[in-house]
């Protein structure tokens, strides 16, 4: 029998490490072609290393490396630029609010508060949270929008978002980057126009963002272009 060039905890290791999702015992050993028996030591040696995480401690757990936020960080990491990844964050989030709302739809998020406030939550995608010892999700990641201040030009929120997927960490900006994208599409797809989107600081864990909605676009009289006006990095 020839010799392999990744020992069985590497291919397991590998496989959960790519992927954005929990696995069971069984499905790991589907995917990698190892036999349950064969997974399970190189899972228990992974959690023991601190590789791979638990769900639970119940029986019936599944194995991750990643949860959706550190997933989407490592893809900011390999992206070649900021402003790729802005744009990236942008048209992920606008081409996934076309396919799954009606625009007419948000008509009254343009007027109500809190349904705008709504909305930016449900399609930013880059939530973090934890799995809880009985398998349950605990969800970690918020996003708080100050009510807007309005003169001649503009309607200005402030976005408070904890943890930002830069989770304090990358100095890089790129995964601030993606965040800004995607509060801008969001932005846009309800407003109907091109906002203004900018990372204005961070404390600790948490990103503060200015978004800006020219008041000819909230009076619904400013046509959508058809390339948002992203930064310039």
């Known amino acids: 029998m020839g010799r392999h060039c990744l020992k069985t905890s590497d291919k397991v290791k590998l496989i959960l490490t790519k992927l954005p999702m929990?696995?069971?015992?069984?499905?790991?050993?589907?995917v990698s072609g190892y036999h349950r028996n064969t997974v399970r030591p190189a899972l228990n040696s992974l959690v023991t290393q601190k590789a791979v995480k638990l769900t639970s401690t119940n029986r019936n757990r599944?194995?991750?490396?990643?949860?959706?936020a550190d997933f989407y960080r490592k893809i900011a990491a390999a992206l070649p630029s900021a402003a790729v990844a802005q744009k990236t964050g942008y048209n992920f989030v606008y081409s996934l609010l076309k396919k799954n709302i009606s625009q007419t739809?948000?008509?009254?998020?343009?007027?109500?508060?809190?349904?705008?406030?709504?909305?930016?939550?449900?399609?930013?995608?880059f939530i973090d949270f934890s799995y809880q010892q009985d398998g349950s999700i605990l969800p970690i990641s918020k996003i708080t929008i100050t009510n807007g201040d309005?003169?001649?030009r503009f309607l200005t929120f402030h976005a408070i978002v904890e943890p930002c997927l830069c989770n304090g960490e990358d100095t890089s900006g790129k995964s601030c980057a993606m965040v800004q994208g995607s509060l801008q599409a969001t932005t846009d797809f309800i407003f109907e126009g091109n906002s203004i989107v900018r990372r204005l600081n961070n404390t600790g864990r948490a990103c503060t963002y200015s978004i800006k909605i020219p008041v000819s676009t909230q009076q619904n009289s400013l046509k959508k272009a058809e390339e948002?006006?992203?930064?310039?990095y």
């Open 62 to 68: 599944d194995y991750y490396s990643n949860n959706l």
């Open 228 to 232: 948002p006006k992203l930064d310039v």
């Open 150 to 152: 309005k003169n001649k």
């Open 105 to 125: 739809k948000t008509k009254i998020a343009r007027a109500d508060f809190k349904e705008f406030q709504e909305i930016i939550n449900l399609a930013y995608p």
């Open 22 to 30: 929990t696995l069971s015992i069984q499905q790991i050993s589907d």
